[in-house]
């Protein structure tokens, strides 16, 4: 198969046949993936999951990133095909890489199934806070997943992000509860005042990072929920 790294732009426009084949080639290269994908998804659980989790070990020690990018996000649409404590272990220890996309698909797989089954994710959630170490680009991921799911257990595990170490996860976590919106958000709030600990927040459309307490993220997010609950009492 012709590299199309090693064609020419150029050459594409001044060659109409050679688009031709590059789109069948293109096909015939998605066609082979959906059937190997499929293959693969049928095999016996456990079986799938032993191979998955070494692809993934080995994806995350690969030197060349765009590979081991592409490797992480092949393993998450898979997982995405099963259910149960692994399944989920194994999506958030791929939102813990360190590549954008693959962080995009674990977490894109992880919500569709917290949709189907939010106890299975959850819990692995609460493993997460407790096996992952500071840092790890999961735990500032893992709040804004939650946010999006229609739970009342999800108060109680944004509640165990706040507590956390990470000052990452904690100011993710603040940037939830206002996303949510509800007023109980604000007495996890309060436990924040005076947070001395710092992170680094961008404004939107703005490229340079700025320098802001936690302390002060959460009496900016106290405020607005206290803002959005006497709203809320004079309609």
């Not at 962080?103 to 096996?131: I, M, N, P, T």
């Not at 009342?152 to 904690?170: N, S, T, W």
Request: hydrophobic residues 45%; proline residues 5%; negative net charge.
């Amino acid at each position: 198969m012709r590299s199309f790294q090693a064609i020419d732009s150029s050459f594409f426009v001044q060659n109409r046949e050679a688009i031709d084949r590059s789109l069948a080639e293109l096909f015939d290269a998605e066609r082979n993936v959906r059937r190997l994908h499929d293959a693969l998804a049928a095999l016996p659980q456990p079986q799938l999951l032993d191979a998955l989790a070494d692809a993934l070990t080995a994806a995350t020690k690969e030197a060349n990133e765009d590979e081991s990018s592409l490797r992480l996000v092949r393993v998450a649409a898979l997982l995405g095909e099963h259910e149960g404590p692994r399944v989920v272990d194994l999506l958030i220890d791929i939102l813990a890489s360190e590549h954008p996309e693959a962080r995009k698909a674990a977490g894109d797989e992880l919500s569709e199934l917290a949709f189907e089954r939010f106890k299975d994710v959850a819990s692995g959630v609460e493993r997460a806070l407790k096996r992952l170490p500071v840092g790890s680009p999961a735990l500032p991921e893992l709040p804004y997943l939650l946010a999006e799911l229609p739970e009342p257990g999800v108060m109680k595990l944004l509640a165990m992000f706040i507590a956390h170490r990470d000052p990452e996860a904690v100011a993710a976590s603040i940037e939830a509860l206002v996303e949510i919106g509800d007023p109980a958000g604000a007495r996890l709030l309060a436990a924040l005042a005076g947070d001395e600990r710092t992170v680094e927040l961008a404004e939107e459309g703005d490229d340079a990072a700025s320098e802001v307490t936690i302390g002060e993220l959460a009496a900016e997010a106290l405020e607005l929920l206290q803002e959005g609950e006497e709203d809320e009492g004079e309609e």
